[in-house]
């Protein structure tokens, strides 16, 4: 059987990632135009993935399937986007967004995974805004967190209802401008191949545009014949 290996590093939980990207190797920043990175998919996390890594001065090509970046299923996402801010200032931490996430996926999630994403929630939260996500606001104009998704505290930042498409549309924002630089190459995988023509009925050995054209001159035959009956008859 095979074993998915998932590469998480060593260590206790919340300490796994920070020590392995303490200890990775750099990337000297000449290099870095020398390295083609391929990030697969256009939604919000390969288009911010892409975006970044071109303006760290990467090669990017990312491909999308859609007609736009700005079209993909991360649009869905309307509730919000959840942060360890404690804005609201009701006891929310780190260790309580990683909690309420391993939960909240019925306990399969890989826990060091989900413990990076609480960890950089916060800064997450910032990069959207640095792209120009429109983020609900109080009247104070202090950004403004509700409760969702069945948890205690009020940790998610929000656009009314179109919390996903604001936030392709910051992703795109910063996408763009590295596309236009020639630092990413984006678009499909490969042009669409034309329509072949439809394999060979299995009872006449015809193709189907063959069928139809046949059938066409039996019915062109039919009329004529009968307009030639009507014509000798008068
Ligand atoms: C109804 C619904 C509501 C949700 N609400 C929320 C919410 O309120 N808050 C929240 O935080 N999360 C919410 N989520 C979850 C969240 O939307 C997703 O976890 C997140 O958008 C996933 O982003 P993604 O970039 O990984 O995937 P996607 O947005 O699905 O992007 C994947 C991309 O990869 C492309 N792709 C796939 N295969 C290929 C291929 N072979 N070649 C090229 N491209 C390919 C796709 O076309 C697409 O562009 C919701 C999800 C759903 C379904």
New binding site residues.
């Given amino acids: 059987m095979t074993k998915i290996d998932s590469k998480i590093p060593e260590g206790p939980v919340a300490e796994k990632w920070t020590n392995y990207k303490a200890h990775q190797k750099l990337v000297n920043p000449a290099n870095k135009r020398r390295l083609d990175i391929i990030v ?8 911010s993935a892409a975006a970044s890594l071109g303006e760290m001065g990467f090669r990017v090509f990312n ?4 007609d736009s ?1 700005r ?12 942060a360890a801010k404690n804005y609201q200032n009701d006891g929310d931490s780190v260790y309580r967004l990683f909690y309420d996430t391993i939960k909240g996926g019925d306990y399969r999630a890989r826990e060091a995974n989900v413990y990076r994403l609480a960890e950089v929630s916060n800064a997450i939260i910032d990069q959207c805004v640095a792209q120009g996500v429109p983020f609900a606001r109080d009247y104070g104009g202090l950004f403004d967190n509700r409760s ?2 069945g948890a205690f505290v009020s940790r998610t930042f929000y656009a009314r209802r179109q ?2 498409q604001q936030l392709l549309l910051g992703c795109f924002g910063a996408l763009k401008p590295q596309i236009e630089k020639g630092k990413i190459k984006s678009g499909k ?1 490969a042009e669409e191949k034309p329509a072949e023509e439809k394999p060979k009925r299995k009872r006449t050995g015809k193709t189907e545009a063959a069928g139809v054209k046949e059938a066409e001159e039996t019915v062109n035959r039919k009329a004529k014949r009968s307009r030639k009956a009507k014509t000798a008859k008068a």
């Fill in positions: 697969v998919g256009t939604g919000l996390a390969g288009a491909f999308c399937i859609q970046p079209r993909a299923h991360s649009i869905a996402a309307q509730g919000g986007i959840n969702f998704g919390t996903g995988p």
